[in-house]
């Protein structure tokens, strides 16, 4: 996957002139953050051979809540509620998932139907209008701001969190059991794992990290709209299985995510350069999933 990414850079710079701008890079980085940090929960909940497809939405409803709980709790507050309510909203899907001992199958019809109550919930939070942006400097400067005077704030709150993930994932008991959890379960339940302990702390660290997503993206659009997050679970999703993670479950890394999220990245980017209408799009990356399911498929 590293010389694909290559390739792509290679390509896309003969492409566009535009490509290889400071502007055009700071952006870039800018866009994958947002769905970097959204893989890196993705990928602790794939390698336990799941998924959760109610993240995007979950995206919006902590960018509205973050908004508009700022005039009641200030802005701490409000990033403390948006960010419980994404954990507890994650661990709600793992614990259910796990009482049923729950498939593929299930993990799909599940988060489907949280995804469906998440973004009503949104919707119905701010009568489906955008809310106005933050007044403060600080809750802006979490999308827009630079740190160190050329650090984007957003890409560095990502790389925390990748740095924070890869660790626990490759250096932790807690990550050991995660791998153990997804490459085969009935010896992780055998061996003492509890099972629905795991399964919960997983999809609510994907949904705490939606909610950090949530609150980055509602910064820097400047608003908090109901309909913030649509999308973003699938490009999640597909940054984790191009990165090489196994629908299965037990193989994978966030280094390996975050090759998946940059790919996936310039892929949107010089989509955008060229023109390629949104729908367009869409059609590009769902053949890249498709593409990267099968050599999954094929190498198992």
Same mark, same amino acid.
């Given at each position: 996957?590293?010389?694909?990414?290559?390739?792509?850079?290679?390509?896309?710079?003969?492409?566009?002139?535009?490509?290889?701008?400071?502007?055009? *890079?700071?952006?870039?980085?800018?866009?994958?953050?947002?769905?970097?940090?959204?893989?890196?929960g993705m990928t602790f909940v794939m390698l336990t051979g799941g998924f959760d497809?109610?993240?995007?939405?979950?995206?919006?409803?902590?960018?509205?809540?973050?908004?508009?709980?700022?005039?009641?709790?200030?802005?701490?507050?409000?990033? #403390?509620?948006?960010?419980?309510?994404?954990?507890?909203?994650?661990?709600?899907?793992?614990? =259910?998932?796990?009482?049923?001992?729950?498939?593929?199958?299930?993990?799909?019809?599940?988060?489907?139907?949280?995804?469906?109550?998440?973004?009503?919930?949104?919707?119905?939070?701010?009568?489906?209008?955008?809310?106005?942006?933050?007044?403060?400097?600080?809750?802006?400067?979490?999308?827009?701001?630079?740190?160190?005077?050329?650090?984007?704030?957003?890409?560095?709150?990502?790389? #925390? #969190?990748? #740095?924070?993930?890869?660790?626990?994932?490759?250096?932790?008991?807690?990550?050991?059991?995660?791998? =153990?959890?997804?490459?085969?379960?009935?010896?992780?339940?055998?061996?003492?794992?509890?099972?629905?302990?795991?399964?919960?702390?997983?999809?609510?660290?994907?949904?705490?990290?939606?909610?950090?997503?949530?609150?980055?993206?509602?910064?820097?659009?400047?608003?908090?709209?109901?309909?913030?997050?649509?999308?973003?679970?699938?490009?999640?999703?597909?940054? @984790?299985?191009?990165?090489?993670?196994?629908?299965?479950?037990?193989?994978?890394? @966030?280094?390996?995510?975050?090759?998946?999220?940059? *790919?996936?990245?310039?892929?949107?980017?010089?989509?955008?350069?060229?023109?390629?209408?949104?729908?367009?799009?869409?059609?590009?990356?769902? *053949?890249?999933?498709?593409?990267? @399911?099968?050599?999954?498929?094929?190498?198992?």
């Amino acid at each position: 996957m590293l010389l694909v990414f290559v390739g792509m850079i290679i390509i896309s710079s003969i492409i566009s002139d535009v490509f290889m701008t400071s502007r055009n *890079i700071s952006n870039i980085m800018r866009q994958v953050s947002v769905n970097g940090i959204l893989a890196c929960g993705m990928t602790f909940v794939m390698l336990t051979g799941g998924f959760d497809l109610s993240v995007g939405s979950l995206i919006s409803v902590s960018a509205v809540v973050a908004i508009g709980m700022q005039d009641y709790f200030g802005v701490a507050g409000a990033i #403390i509620i948006a960010l419980v309510i994404g954990a507890i909203a994650g661990s709600l899907n793992g614990i =259910l998932l796990s009482k049923i001992n729950a498939n593929s199958g299930d993990a799909f019809m599940i988060t489907l139907g949280s995804q469906l109550v998440f973004a009503g919930a949104a919707l119905l939070y701010t009568n489906a209008r955008v809310l106005p942006g933050s007044k403060s400097e600080f809750y802006n400067s979490l999308g827009q701001g630079t740190l160190f005077g050329f650090i984007p704030t957003p890409v560095f709150i990502f790389l #925390i #969190i990748t #740095i924070i993930s890869h660790f626990i994932l490759s250096y932790t008991s807690f990550g050991r059991k995660i791998h =153990l959890l997804g490459g085969n379960y009935e010896a992780a339940r055998l061996s003492g794992v509890r099972v629905y302990f795991y399964k919960a702390i997983v999809y609510s660290i994907v949904g705490f990290t939606a909610a950090i997503a949530g609150i980055i993206l509602s910064s820097r659009t400047l608003g908090g709209s109901p309909l913030a997050g649509v999308g973003y679970e699938l490009d999640a999703i597909a940054a @984790v299985i191009v990165g090489g993670t196994s629908l299965a479950g037990g193989e994978g890394s @966030v280094m390996r995510t975050l090759l998946g999220v940059f *790919i996936i990245g310039v892929l949107s980017n010089i989509l955008n350069l060229i023109g390629l209408s949104s729908f367009n799009q869409m059609i590009v990356k769902g *053949i890249v999933i498709v593409l990267a @399911v099968w050599l999954d498929v094929k190498k198992q």
